[in-house]
Structure formats: C-alpha cells, structure tokens
C-alpha cells in the first residue's frame, strides 16, 4: 500500500525558505504513470495546488507562485521536495503531498500532511 | 488561475440526496473531461470520491456520483447518511499540466 509521509520544519521566518521533503513508501517514485505533487490549505480555507514533479525532474508550477517554488526529486531516496522562497504569513498552511495520475489527472493518496507556521 | 466557485454549504436530512455545484470557466472544468472531487473530514488529509468527472475509485460508495455541463461540474449524495458530513472540493485540470480547486462546500446532516 503506498504511503506518503511529509517532514520538515513546522516554523519558517519570513523572507526565509521553506522546505519539506515528502518520502514515498510502498512503490517507487520512478514510475511513468504519476506525477508527485504539493498542495496546500491555509488554516480553514481552500485547497491550492503548489506544482508537480515528474520522477525524471520535469516539474510543473501554479503560475502564482512559480517564482518563488522549486520542487527537486531524489529517487535514489524515493522522496521529493519543495521549496517556497521568500515567505510570508500568508504561506502558513497545512502542506499535503500526493500522487497524482499522469494521465487521468486525479491526486491520490495523500500525506497526513504538515502545518508549517511562517513567523518571526 | 482563479479558485472553482462553489456553494459555501450543503444542508439535507439523512436519505435525501444533495448536489453540490463547482463553476469554472472555459479554460479548465468546460475545457477537460479531467474534473475530481475530494472528500476532507475535520483534521484528516482529503480523500479521491470521483475523478474523470463521473469515475468512481475502488472503495467509494456508490451513493457518490458525478457529472458536467458546459463550466460547471457537480458531485451528487444520495441518501444522505451521518458519516458524509464533511468538507468537499472539486478539482480540475486547467492545461499546462495545472490544476485548480474550487474553494470547498461544507456538507451538513441535518
């Protein structure tokens, strides 16, 4: 059974980077048919869809934050990253990373996921 | 990208069915057969209900069922039980390998 496990810092400075590392267990990363993504939700609001990672390095990034976000992959270690530069208290959320189908564009499953609180 | 509008609420008593809607636009929910829905209970990860607009994964009750016209996609729960209580957000793909949620509709059981 595929799971997926964030970690990282929960508190982050403003202006700092943030970083996350989300681990895959259960399957490999390298495989053709997923994407692996980040998805965030700001305490009681919506979900927002941060980008994707292919396991060959290709990524894909939700055009409001494509300058500050980079997502790099390790398969060696089957986990990938993300790392949102330059951040505020509106970039406290919870972050989720997940599997998403290449082809039939649906995200599952999902890490517990993990708050990461942005303040001085 | 704009956030996928939905009803900010649900309401209906147990047995009924209820419809929650998603609005997009022509460039993602009216573009892509590519629309899916999650389920999110209070401190716990979203879950996948429906994807390819009207697709069922394996596991999720059939009382959960999808369907699209034109912009606008919707998730429908027939007979209502206690335990569908919950958050719920659609999903679409918008081209350039993007994706955009809508901004979630909390179900209530009356």
């Known amino acids: 059974q595929l799971q997926l496990q964030e970690s990282g810092p929960g508190l982050a400075k403003p202006s700092e980077t943030l970083s996350l590392t989300c681990t895959v267990s259960?399957?490999?990363?390298?495989?053709?048919?997923?994407?692996w993504a980040w998805i965030r939700q700001p305490p009681g609001k919506g979900l927002e869809w941060i980008g994707s990672v292919y396991y060959s390095g290709t990524t894909y990034y939700n055009p409001s934050l494509k300058s500050r976000v980079t997502m790099p992959v390790d398969t060696s270690k089957n986990h990938f990253s993300l790392k949102l530069s330059s951040v505020t208290a509106a970039d406290t959320a919870i972050y989720y990373c997940?599997?998403?189908?290449?082809?039939?564009?649906?995200?599952?499953?999902w890490g517990q996921g993990t708050l990461v609180t942005v303040s001085s | 990208q704009s956030a996928l509008t939905q009803p900010a609420s649900v309401s209906g008593s147990p047995g009924q069915s209820i419809t929650i809607s998603c609005t997009g636009t022509?460039?993602?929910?009216?573009?892509?057969?590519?629309v899916s829905w999650y389920q999110q209970h209070p401190g716990k990860a979203p879950k996948l209900m429906i994807y390819?607009?009207?697709k069922r994964p394996s596991g999720v009750s059939s009382r959960f069922s999808g369907s699209k016209s034109g912009n606008t996609a919707s998730l429908t729960i027939s007979g209502l039980q206690a335990e569908d209580e919950s958050d719920y957000y659609c999903c679409s793909y918008a081209g350039s390998n993007t994706y955009v949620f809508g901004i979630g509709t909390k179900v209530t059981v009356l």
């Open positions: 997940a599997r998403s189908h290449r082809d039939l564009n649906w995200f599952d499953p």
């Open positions: 259960g399957g490999s990363i390298s495989t053709s048919s997923y994407y």
């Open positions: 390819g607009v009207s």
């Open positions: 022509s460039s993602d929910v009216g573009s892509y057969n590519l």
